[in-house]
Structures are given as structure tokens and as C-alpha cells.
């Protein structure tokens, strides 16, 4: 708790004296007593309560990319259920997880089974944090076409550049970038939850009809395969879908 109730140049110095000190056992092991989060939950929401500029600074920097890489650390779970990639992402810090192309922790699962497709797709991060707007702006089933194509109105196809300008987005459609990432992506956008429920799945429950649309690119574009998507039960009209068919 006294790491919050400080000053951010107080909070460092906690972090600093411990790591110079050779204290990195208090580091590795300590819990906040009202969270049950560790050392980076803690990290993360003091960022979210100071800014992210508390991440900026030059004593943090080397402490907190050695953190980062133990992955124990990475994998703990706070009282919620909640990875401290999972806060951070939920939190706009998505970006301190993935600077260094880390595909590794969208592996990392809360309490639900779910990835971190799951999460943005379940709390809607990719539309309202990004696009800030309504699902009601997205043509649905109802506008299929013929082919069974979803027909992205013209309001949405007009909203593209300011979703595509979205950090978040930005961020992970760097992954795809690299070869070596695709058969880990393609996996994680296929995985089921403990409901048995794929990212598709959820982006479809909750009518969020352009986000569907991009997890199909970006499923297309790691080598995903038609007969892969058949076997999830999705309905048939949504199978074929593509981003920009109006």
C-alpha cells in the first residue's frame, strides 16, 4: 500500500533501493495487500494513476525491462483474474508489453481461458478505445450480399482511417509482420476459452461486426485456411466475410 501512497519519485526510489540493494527477492515477491497484484501490476497502475510518463523515467527503464522478462512474472494473476498484461492492455498500456514484438504474452490466460484476442475483443477495446463508435454504424447480417459478404456500409468505411489510427491497433498489426509470429497468432485466433468460445465468437456475440472483420484479415494474413474457420460453427454468411466489400 506505501507504494501507492507516495510521491512517483518516492514509488522509484522503492523499486531502485531494492534493486541495487540486491533486494530483488522483495521485488519478485511482493504483493499489493488490496489487488493481490505483483510488483508489475503495481507498476501498471501506478502508471495509470501518475500517466504513462511514470513508465519514462530513466530509473525505471533498466528495473522495469528486467521485470519484463521474467515470465513468471509476466503469468501472475492479481485478485481479478487479471495478468499484468491483461491490466495494462485493458488500461491503454498495451504498447509497454509489445515495443519489443513480445507475441509470446498474448499467449498468457486469466481466469475465463482467455487469450488477449479474447480480452480486447471482449471488452471492446478494438471499437470504443479506437474507433469510438457505435456497432449500430456497422452493417450486420442484415446487408449481406448475395455472395454472403458482410457489406460495410459507407459510415463505416469512412471511419476506417481513424480506427486504423488507434494505437492499439497499430501495435498488434505489427506482429503480423513477422513470419515467425503467424503460426502463434493463427493459433491464439483460434483458440477456446473455458466456454469453448474463439475470439471470433465473441466478436459476434457482441455485434461488433467490423472487429470480426479485421480478426478475418488478420487471419488471412498469418496463412489462416477456410476449413479451419468451418469447423467453429460460425453461421456461414459470416465465414466468407471481407473487410472492404462495399
Not at 481461458?113 to 471499437?127: A, P, S
Not at 496463412?223 to 472492404?244: I, R
Amino acid at each position: 500500500d506505501r507504494f501507492f501512497m507516495t510521491t512517483d519519485e518516492l514509488a522509484l526510489d522503492m523499486i531502485k533501493d531494492a534493486a541495487q540493494n540486491k533486494e530483488k527477492d522483495l521485488l519478485y515477491s511482493a504483493r499489493d495487500n488490496r489487488t493481490g497484484g505483483n510488483i508489475l501490476h503495481m507498476i501498471v497502475s501506478r502508471a495509470m494513476i501518475s500517466g504513462p510518463h511514470f513508465l519514462n523515467k530513466k530509473t525505471l527503464a533498466p528495473i522495469l525491462q528486467t521485470l519484463m522478462k521474467d515470465d513468471t512474472l509476466l503469468k501472475a494473476k492479481n485478485n481479478l483474474g487479471q495478468t499484468p498484461v491483461f491490466l495494462a492492455f485493458k488500461n491503454g498500456l498495451s504498447w509497454l508489453f509489445l515495443q519489443n514484438n513480445q507475441v509470446d504474452i498474448l499467449n498468457h490466460k486469466n481466469n475465463q481461458g482467455q487469450n488477449i484476442f479474447h480480452y480486447v475483443v471482449q471488452e471492446q477495446l478494438l471499437t470504443s478505445a479506437i474507433c469510438n463508435f457505435d456497432d449500430t454504424d456497422i452493417s450486420g447480417p442484415g446487408s449481406t450480399g448475395s455472395t454472403g459478404e458482410i457489406k460495410l456500409g459507407k459510415t463505416s468505411v469512412q471511419r476506417k482511417k481513424s480506427f486504423k489510427q488507434g494505437h492499439l491497433y497499430e501495435e498488434l498489426n505489427k506482429l503480423f509482420t513477422d513470419k515467425n509470429n503467424r503460426l502463434t497468432i493463427k493459433g491464439l485466433l483460434l483458440e477456446k476459452d473455458n466456454s469453448g468460445k474463439t475470439p471470433f465468437h465473441y466478436a459476434l456475440s457482441q455485434k461488433q461486426y467490423y472487429v470480426y472483420n479485421l480478426l478475418l484479415n488478420w487471419y488471412k494474413q498469418v496463412g489462416g485456411e477456410q476449413k479451419e474457420l468451418q469447423k467453429l460453427n460460425l453461421p456461414s454468411y459470416y465465414q466468407n466475410a471481407t473487410e472492404d466489400s462495399a
